[in-house]
């Protein structure tokens, strides 16, 4: 992610710190001051006996997996979660030691080389699993014993060994000489959900698994099972660590957890207006003139569309920030650009900066704005900004 420190700003105003040539169409905004603020807001609501993983896959959830992952240690966070292996090897080049989990199952010989060279921490999911681990590792004679985490599923029926089945798997896992239980852990299914009842059956059956262990002598080293909505709404639910991913960026996961702590966004998108004209009454707008001009508009083109990742489906239901003011997006969203309703700012002019997501004066649009219109979650969104738009610090 390229740094303010590296160059003067590109604009007044533009908040595009970085090469004037990269923010000439547009870009992604990340401002790591505020995610260091929500990170030790999140440390905050945790007891001594609680380490914060931050959740830095799929690249941060599209906000630059390196910074974010070196802020947020910096920040209070003591572990990284990812996805893949590749993810995993992406920080470990960057220079970030600090432990590693990869959520993802892994299954090949060749993953499991490298997670050990690495020094990665898998999970495993099954039997099955955890028997190729322990023979990979005796084929390339590991010298030490694998840090592995075993993945319950108490209800989301996702990965995970069945949790009344916990005893049988953790016997097994500790059985294997090339292997060493570093936690036991699960996923919440409805954790954001203000109904409680799944997942407090979920908790239950967590709790029951981990008697099973505890029946066998074997005391669990880490446990863990809350997400950032398990996070903010039942400290019981916080055991050794917690996994955080939306709410380290700013989001709160569900509308009733907004009063627990105070998050701050952390990203913004914003693009630039590439052409500006007027149109008489009755002219079509975009592909299909799926929205036709009702009296004469003064409309500007953006440039950003969705091949970006601005959501086609948001074409005439959406809106901009210009000059701090809500401005109307109309017609089709393209695959690199978008117009605007601009007839209120008459002298609107090429070059000046559009915020989609993100805050001009009084007025914010953010990542749940766009999902509420597209019946979909604040993840998606923020994963969906492709990486043609630079990630630029405000730092």
Same mark, same amino acid.
């Given at each position: 992610?390229? /740094? ?10 533009? =908040? ?27 440390? +905050? ?32 966070? /003591? ?16 220079? #970030? ?8 199952? #892994?299954?090949?010989? *060749?993953? !499991? ?39 319950? @599923? $108490? ?19 500790? +059985? ?7 936690s036991v852990y699960s996923h919440l299914a409805t954790a954001d959900d203000p109904d409680t009842t799944v997942m407090k059956e979920q908790h239950r059956r967590f709790e029951e698994a981990i008697a099973q262990i505890k029946a066998m002598g074997i005391e669990p ?18 055991? %050794? ?19 627990? #702590? %105070? ?19 009755? $002219? ?19 440039? !950003? ?19 701090g003011q809500r401005i109307p997006q109309i017609g089709t969203i393209t695959m690199d650009q978008l117009m605007v309703d601009v007839s209120t700012i008459p002298d609107i002019q090429e070059g000046e900066v559009v915020t989609l997501l993100g805050q001009q004066g009084? *007025?914010? !649009?953010?990542? %749940? @704005? ?13 994963? =969906? ?11």
């Amino acid at each position: 992610m390229l /740094s303010s420190k590296q160059i003067t700003p590109v604009a007044s105003g533009s =908040g595009c710190d970085t090469y004037a040539w990269l923010c000439q169409r547009a870009w992604v905004e990340i401002d790591l001051a505020a995610l260091s603020h929500n990170v030790r807001q999140l440390v +905050s609501l945790l007891s001594s006996q609680t380490q914060l993983m931050a959740v830095v896959k799929a690249d941060a959830y599209g906000h630059g997996a390196v910074s974010v992952a070196k802020t947020a240690l910096e920040s209070g966070a /003591s572990w990284l979660g990812v996805a893949t292996v590749p993810e995993g090897i992406q920080l470990r080049e960057a220079g #970030i030691k600090a432990p590693i989990l990869i959520l993802g199952a #892994i299954q090949t010989p *060749e993953q !499991i080389q490298a997670i050990a060279q690495w020094k990665l921490q898998p999970t495993l999911c099954s039997p099955k699993q955890a028997l190729v681990f322990s023979n990979t590792l005796e084929a390339i004679q590991h010298s030490s014993p694998l840090p592995v985490h075993i993945k319950l @599923d $108490t209800g989301m029926s996702r990965l995970g060994t069945n949790w009344q089945q916990t005893g049988e798997f953790v016997r097994l896992v500790k +059985s294997l000489p090339h292997l060493s239980i570093a936690s036991v852990y699960s996923h919440l299914a409805t954790a954001d959900d203000p109904d409680t009842t799944v997942m407090k059956e979920q908790h239950r059956r967590f709790e029951e698994a981990i008697a099973q262990i505890k029946a066998m002598g074997i005391e669990p080293p880490c446990l863990h099972l809350a997400n950032s909505a398990a996070t903010l709404a039942d400290s019981s639910l916080h055991y %050794n660590i917690v996994r955080v991913g939306l709410a380290v960026y700013g989001l709160y996961p569900s509308e009733h957890l907004q009063n627990t #702590i %105070n998050l701050q966004p952390v990203l913004q998108v914003k693009a630039r207006v590439t052409q500006v004209k007027t149109i008489s009454a009755g $002219t079509g707008i975009s592909y299909g003139h799926q929205f036709i001009a009702p009296h004469e508009l003064r409309i500007a083109v953006v440039g !950003i569309g969705y091949a970006d990742g601005v959501p086609r489906h948001l074409s005439n239901n959406m809106q901009v920030l210009i000059r701090g003011q809500r401005i109307p997006q109309i017609g089709t969203i393209t695959m690199d650009q978008l117009m605007v309703d601009v007839s209120t700012i008459p002298d609107i002019q090429e070059g000046e900066v559009v915020t989609l997501l993100g805050q001009q004066g009084k *007025e914010k !649009i953010s990542a %749940n @704005d766009w999902a509420k219109k597209l019946d979909t979650i604040s993840w998606e969104i923020l994963c =969906g900004f492709k990486h043609r738009l630079p990630r630029v610090s405000m730092t």
